[in-house]
């Protein structure tokens, strides 16, 4: 049974994620949502109404800071929290910002068992958010690749790998290596913005 985990800071990102969701192939099965800051709520019952099995918890912390340090250790926070979480098996992980294209599940099933699709920064770089010899890769058009890490926004894993990798030192932005890691280049996700959403 495949578990999806989807930590929540943003309330503002729900409608355009939730139709994502309901457009995608994500069986509708097990769903462990972190709601990771306040106003959240609505989170639970869009993902129910959507068919999966809502496990909820609440990590009880105040809005995120615009601090971008002081994020990624909030972020690291969060991470921890959800190891004891996710349980054994098939694992994919988004982030609430995260547009995932239609055939999600089934292309990332097909490139590996320990595989992610492709969103581009927020920041304003073409590069992706994998890595290869602890730099970052720009996009390609297609294809399946060898990688080194990728960040957690669409990534297709195991609960056993997600507890072994996940966690990392503030100043790293990527997680630790995971064997036999790829990046489908074709699995295409947006990446949510408050102006609007970025494509690779």
Same mark, same amino acid.
């Given at each position: 049974?495949?578990?999806?985990?989807?930590?929540?800071? =943003?309330? /503002?990102?729900?409608?355009?994620?939730?139709?994502?969701?309901?457009?995608?192939?994500?069986?509708?099965?097990?769903?462990? %949502?972190?709601?990771? !800051?306040?106003?959240?709520?609505? /989170?639970?019952?869009?993902?129910?109404?959507?068919?999966?099995?809502?496990?909820?918890?609440?990590?009880?912390?105040?809005?995120?800071?615009?601090?971008?340090?002081? =994020?990624?250790?909030?972020?690291? =926070?969060?991470?921890?929290?959800?190891?004891?979480?996710?349980?054994?098996?098939?694992?994919?992980?988004?982030?609430?910002?995260?547009?995932?294209?239609?055939?999600?599940? !089934?292309? %990332?099933?097909? !490139?590996?068992?320990?595989?992610?699709?492709?969103?581009?920064?927020?920041?304003?770089?073409?590069?992706?958010?994998?890595?290869?010899?602890?730099?970052?890769?720009?996009?390609?058009?297609?294809?399946?690749?060898?990688?080194?890490?990728?960040?957690?926004?669409?990534?297709?894993?195991?609960?056993?790998?997600?507890?072994?990798? !996940?966690?990392?030192?503030?100043?790293?932005?990527?997680?630790?290596?995971?064997?036999?890691?790829?990046?489908? /280049?074709?699995?295409?996700?947006?990446?949510?913005?408050?102006?609007?959403? %970025? /494509?690779?």
């Amino acid at each position: 049974m495949l578990t999806l985990l989807l930590p929540v800071t =943003r309330s /503002w990102t729900l409608p355009a994620v939730i139709e994502a969701l309901a457009a995608s192939d994500i069986p509708r099965e097990r769903c462990v %949502l972190v709601l990771d !800051a306040p106003g959240c709520a609505l /989170w639970e019952t869009s993902l129910y109404d959507l068919g999966f099995r809502v496990e909820l918890h609440i990590t009880r912390n105040p809005p995120p800071t615009t601090d971008r340090y002081e =994020r990624r250790r909030r972020h690291i =926070r969060m991470r921890e929290f959800t190891l004891p979480l996710v349980g054994d098996g098939p694992l994919l992980t988004l982030d609430d910002d995260t547009i995932v294209p239609p055939d999600v599940y !089934a292309r %990332l099933s097909r !490139a590996g068992e320990h595989a992610t699709g492709v969103q581009v920064s927020r920041w304003g770089s073409r590069r992706c958010g994998v890595y290869r010899g602890g730099r970052s890769l720009r996009a390609q058009a297609s294809g399946v690749e060898s990688i080194d890490y990728c960040g957690h926004y669409c990534l297709l894993t195991t609960g056993e790998m997600y507890r072994q990798t !996940a966690v990392h030192l503030p100043s790293e932005c990527y997680m630790k290596p995971i064997p036999n890691l790829v990046v489908d /280049w074709g699995c295409v996700c947006g990446h949510m913005t408050k102006d609007g959403v %970025l /494509w690779p």
